[in-house]
């Protein structure tokens, strides 16, 4: 039974499945959407080299398809886990997704498909259709029908057969499939605050008002607009951009008084990017702290400051307010190294939202008996001597499901809990001869 499980298919998960999967350990990689690749796949480029993020992700993501190692277990979710270290049995609930295995990922059926629903994974800023696939390089390759929107019309089904194919099925079950494993890495990742009890900031109200994953699809290639920075209010280009940070972070208030740690740096890189779109733009960061800690961040942001000619501003804006009818922006703030207020004006507003557990972790916590620190991430049995290790042994953590985290340190934890699994099944082995 030389074999792990592991619990979320974005980088860290995706880093721990090859990692065992080159040392000759058979890898269940189960993912709850219909492709893996997670939050680092809805990025346009990684900070502080700048580095197209999908050209990063995107080899490993195929590796992972062609390993005959791992295999992959998406549109799934783990529902019932009992037994101990070595001898772990899982059953895994696997969702239909009326295209079957035959599917070649063409793409006739979606063009001919009628339904458009707001793209998840474009943030809603930009449409799918009731047949698809979340983004071009998505593995698997596949296509999903989303029986809530779908009208049942059948084109799809004249589509795929008229390319000679019969992939379509809309008689599909779901399915729970039992899995015996040594080992389980969980590495489901983060979810993002939504600033609904921020009204000052106008995130509801003002189209023109984003939170900075939504930034971050809108100012990618791939994206809803090709990459145009332009106004979701009315489509014109914007010029002026306002990054806001630790909005719902470090508050007693809000319940988030912890730091994100990575927003100082993917604000420094999305305003890099609006300078490198636009030279002629102007970008304003306004910041509490600066948490510029990884080798090269400093540096990163002495560039934005004196080559990119990005301003920084020590100070949170008290509110943001529009012009009703050309949806124009004024933010208005204390910059607290004067003790000056004054306002900015602003076609984009960016909030740089704090990092928070997914809501899943309660649940899958019951499931794996493992337990959660106060702010509903996955605890550690300590975080110097033991920072992958669970309370349940035999089951690690990597990650953003234990704490707001960077890429590298994401996949260098994946690393490390691979190679804990790794050992783990060499001990049992041994014990069992």
Same mark, same amino acid.
Not at 1 to 22: E, K, P, T
Not at 231 to 256: E, M, N, T, W, Y
Not at 318 to 336: A, K, Q
């Given at each position: ?252 208030? *809000?319940? +988030?008084? $912890? ?9 420094? =890189? @999305? &305003?890099? %990017? !609006? ?53 124009? *922006?004024? +933010?208005? $703030? ?9 306002? =900015? @004006? &602003?076609? %984009? !507003? ?70 804990? &699994? ?12």
């Amino acid at each position: 039974m030389n074999s792990v499980m592991v619990i979320g298919g974005g980088i860290s998960g995706i880093q721990a499945s090859l990692d065992l999967a080159d040392r000759g350990i058979k890898v269940y990689l189960v993912e709850r959407s219909t492709s893996i690749g997670g939050t680092m796949a809805q990025l346009d480029k990684t900070f502080p080299t700048l580095d197209c993020s999908i050209c990063i992700l995107g080899p490993k993501m195929v590796e992972v398809d062609q390993n005959p190692n791992i295999e992959l277990l998406t549109y799934s979710e783990v529902t019932k886990v009992d037994g101990a270290a070595g001898n772990f049995r899982v059953t895994v609930h696997r969702k239909p997704r009326y295209v079957g295995e035959s599917c070649n990922g063409c793409g006739e059926c979606a063009k001919t498909c009628p339904i458009e629903v707001p793209n998840e994974y474009d943030e809603g800023l930009g449409t799918r259709k009731a047949i698809y696939v979340p983004f071009p390089q998505a593995i698997p390759l596949r296509y999903t029908i989303d029986r809530d929107v779908c009208v049942e019309c059948y084109r799809c089904v004249e589509a795929c057969t008229g390319q000679g194919n019969d992939a379509i099925d809309f008689n599909m079950t779901a399915e729970d499939v039992e899995l015996n494993v040594s080992a389980i890495i969980v590495a489901t990742g983060m979810d993002r605050y939504i600033p609904w009890n921020l009204g000052e900031y106008g995130y509801f109200q003002y189209p023109n008002v984003l939170d900075a994953l939504e930034f971050e699809r809108l100012i990618c290639a791939s994206g809803p607009t090709g990459g145009n920075l332009v106004r979701p209010f009315d489509g014109k280009p914007a010029h002026k951009i306002v990054f806001v940070q630790c909005v719902g972070s470090r508050s007693q208030r *809000l319940g +988030v008084p $912890y730091c994100s740690s990575v927003c100082c740096m993917y604000a420094t =890189k @999305e &305003a890099i %990017l !609006v300078r490198e779109h636009d030279p002629d733009s102007v970008v304003t960061i306004f910041y509490i702290d600066l948490k510029v800690f990884g080798q090269g961040f400093q540096d990163f942001v002495d560039r934005a400051r004196d080559q990119w000619g990005v301003e920084y501003i020590r100070g949170r804006p008290g509110e943001v307010r529009e012009h009703p009818y050309t949806g124009d *922006l004024t +933010v208005w $703030y204390e910059d607290t190294d004067t003790g000056i207020v004054s306002k =900015k @004006e &602003a076609d %984009l !507003v960016v909030l740089c939202t704090a990092m928070i557990a997914r809501p899943g972790n309660t649940k899958l916590a019951e499931i794996l008996g493992v337990e959660l620190d106060e702010y509903k991430f996955f605890k550690v049995k300590d975080p110097l001597s033991s920072p992958v290790e669970t309370n349940v042994p035999g089951i690690y953590v990597c990650g953003c499901c234990h704490g707001p985290r960077d890429i590298p340190e994401s996949v260098a934890e994946a690393s490390g809990t691979a190679a804990m &699994a790794a050992e783990l099944i060499e001990v049992t082995s041994k014990e069992d001869r």
